[in-house]
């Protein structure tokens, strides 16, 4: 057994840097002028989930950015992730200028509600997700997003499986954690001054 993305106790793991991937991506936000920085998603006591959350709120910290907890938004479980979430932000006395999704599920719904809101991406709201294993090009505009080398992981977590069947399996669990590639897309708008 090799688990991908999740804990099990005694069994080797393939791993992303999830917290490190986030921090990448609410970096790029900040770096194109966004102060004001939603982020929503679902289920933030997973593991992987929450290292997604502490890169969110790292990244904000590291750039003199304070946190701000209504923008914020765990929609738990919820069956359109991203929908409600983007609506909450929107209705923020102060709105965000950008919406972090926690991923491309989340970015789904973040663009069918700021679409019902006559709100349009970039131009209005800028948004980033992180994944990179949905059809984020086939968002319009597409989708900026921090991706996951997903062929590379499958790879391994493979390659693991039959060692173990070859060798038996080790003593020592092993991890394999893999870093995320920032995919430049068309849903950013650099809002910074002139």
Known sequence: VVAIETGFDGVDRICVENQKGMYQAVDNLIRNGH????????????????????GYKKALSDNGIEFCAAYLVDEGNSTTPGYAGALKLMDCQDPPTAIQCMNEYCAKGVYTALMERGLKIPEHVSVSGFDGLRDFKLYS???????????????????????????????VVRTITFPTTLRAGESVKNIMPL
């Open 35 to 54: 102060r004001k920085i939603g982020f929503v998603g679902y289920e933030f006591h997973h593991p992987s989930l929450l290292d997604r959350v502490n």
């Open 141 to 171: 505009p597409t989708l900026t997003t921090a991706a996951i080398p997903l062929k590379e992981m499958a790879t391994a977590a493979v390659e693991l499986v039959l060692n173990n069947i070859a060798d038996g399996n080790p003593e």
